[in-house]
T-cell receptor, first 112, second 112 residues
Framework: GQQLNQSPQSMFIQEGEDVSMNCTSS?????WLWYKQDPGEGPVLLIA?????ELTSNGRLTAQFGITRKDSFLNISASIPSDVGIYFC????????????FGTGTSLTVIP | DAGITQSPRHKVTETGTPVTLRCHQT?????MYWYRQDPGHGLRLIHY???????DKGEVSDGYSVSRSKTEDFLLTLESATSSQTSVYFC???????????FGPGTRLTVT
């Protein structure tokens, strides 16, 4: 299957700090999705990106579709304790109708 | 929250026994998916369905079969469970292959 490399694998930050994480691939993707997963629950969709260069916000979250179409970035501003969880990216290859491939996740811990 | 339920939420079974997991949606989405989630791997697609009685294989379909006799229900069957099928299984739905996916709460399956 396709490799989606997420980094960092884990982050420990102080409450109030900003967070940046990214997802990269050697292949071109035409859609990027970002999810958050809490322990014992299913992933929850945060942001969907459909065009290269697209920048989309959802509250304190901002995600960007990389201009090369091989990467995507997620930023969280002014982190709060409820931001704790695992963040996954998912990408759909450059041909429509292909399945989505998922990254292995970034684990975020927010220290109050 | 998307109207997706999975049953059972937890199951322990013995090697060689058949197991069926159920996904039920109330959103009338055409596409339904089964994924498995394992440490060190992103979510991996097992099978998906694009309509009643219409299904296709994902990247890790060996040892699994699916059925969809109604729009709202998608069943995943392990004909003869093996320890390598111990995992957390997630169902997802979407309007189309190119659209964002919404996930259920998951089923934790342990094969002893």
């Amino acid at each position: 299957g396709q490799q989606l490399n997420q980094s960092p694998q884990s982050m420990f930050i102080q409450e109030g700090e900003d967070v940046s994480m990214n997802c990269t691939s050697s292949s071109i993707f035409n859609t990027w999705l970002w999810y958050k997963q809490d322990p014992g629950e299913g992933p929850v969709l945060l942001i969907a990106l459909y065009k290269a260069g697209e920048l989309t916000s959802n509250g304190r979250l901002t995600a960007q579709f990389g201009i090369t179409r091989k990467d995507s970035f997620l930023n969280i501003s002014a982190s709060i304790p409820s931001d704790v969880g695992i963040y996954f990216c998912a990408g759909q290859l450059g041909h429509t109708g292909n399945q989505f491939y998922f990254g292995t996740g970034t684990s975020l811990t927010v220290i109050p | 929250d998307a109207g997706i339920t999975q049953s059972p939420r937890h199951k322990v079974t013995e090697t060689g026994t058949p197991v069926t997991l159920r996904c039920h949606q109330t959103e009338n989405h055409r596409y339904m998916y089964w994924y498995r989630q394992d440490p060190g791997h992103g979510l991996r697609l097992i099978h998906y369905s694009y309509g009643v009685k219409d299904t296709d294989k994902g990247e890790v379909s060996d040892g699994y079969s699916v059925s969809r006799s109604k729009t709202e229900d998608f069943l995943l069957t392990l004909e003869s469970a093996t320890s390598s099928q111990t995992s957390v299984y997630f169902c997802a739905i979407s309007l189309g292959l190119d659209y964002e996916q919404y996930f259920g709460p998951g089923t934790r399956l342990t094969v002893t």
